[in-house]
């Protein structure tokens, strides 16, 4: 089970540094209730990651995913177009990175984030986790493989699990930042805020194409079981 978490690592820090979600709850954190915002954005971001890798591991399991003689063959051509989807993502966001020192514009829906309530905050931590494309194709690449390895059902959700805590850990800094650092919390977020604006999405875009080359040398591996 050790050897599968550290498969998925790569893919849990890309999901776990994703700088929109995490600026988003900066953010939140800086109105209203704050707070409470926050944990619906927190929930609903970790409902998404496991509800994706669930659907796949339970698809996976009646398809097969794993025999005794290693992955099946559909396994590895998953990894390999998923390998490609996160290339060419990282080389889209790399080509349309920022300039040195320009903060790039915010979606437009965090313009009105200091009026989200706590149900349109945990919808939006959903969608963020769960239908983002990048975030897609990354719990799907880590599913299939934990899918693959051939571990026990227990044994695969409870690897499941730690990804889905991996890919939070982003997520609950500003929450942890927030709940510990008292009057000092909101230097701390504004300077995280402003940190990940700029040379996050250069950072995130060349993880990506290193996680799809990997996913790219990974299966031809499956497909030879």
Known sequence: ??????DI????IAVAISPIPIIAVVLLLSTTKGKG???GFLIGWLVGLGIVGTVVLLVADPAGASTDDGPAPWVGWLILALGVV???LGIKGFLGRPKD???PPMPKWMAAIDQFGFGKCLG???ILAAVNPKNLALTVAAAAAIGAAGLSTGSSFAVLGVFVVLGTIGI???????????TNAVNLLTDLRHWLAIPTPAIISVLFVLVGATLLGDGPRKLLG
């Open 37 to 39: 915002k926050a944990f």
């Open 101 to 103: 020192g320009v903060e």
């Open 124 to 126: 939006i931590g959903f």
């Open 1 to 6: 089970m050790g050897s599968v978490i550290g």
């Open 172 to 182: 609950a800094l500003p929450i942890a930042i927030y709940l510990l650092a008292g």
């Open 86 to 88: 996160l290339i060419l």
């Open 9 to 12: 690592l790569p893919e849990a």
